[in-house]
């Protein structure tokens, strides 16, 4: 192997220490929740999750279980979603996600 390729492969592994300097522009997977698989993506800082819930609030567990997970990799708005005042009311867990407690 060449120098020039070992240093991209010390260069790549210090960028994994580093996740604050990636940013997801768009994501979309599969998340197997307890009860059924629900499609959840995220688009300009907009996620979307087909789950019964995230219609009625704009948030639900999936997309709150990746925003926990991504965490530095999302944009602001990905990372935080809408004003808690946009929300309906939260149980204690949805608000320490909201407060990047959890
Ligand atoms: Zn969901």
Known sequence: MNSSM????????????EPDRIKFQALAVTFTG?????????QDGAWHCNCG??????????????????????TPDARYGPPPAALPAMDDTAQSFAAGVG
Request: glycine share 6%.
């Open 53 to 74: 819930y995230f219609p009625h609030t704009g948030i639900c567990s999936h997309v709150m279980a990746l925003q926990g997970l991504l965490g530095a990799m999302l």
């Open 34 to 42: 307890e009860n059924d698989v629900h499609q959840v993506s995220l």
């Open 6 to 17: 070992i240093s991209k492969i010390e260069k790549s592994k210090r960028y994994e220490r």
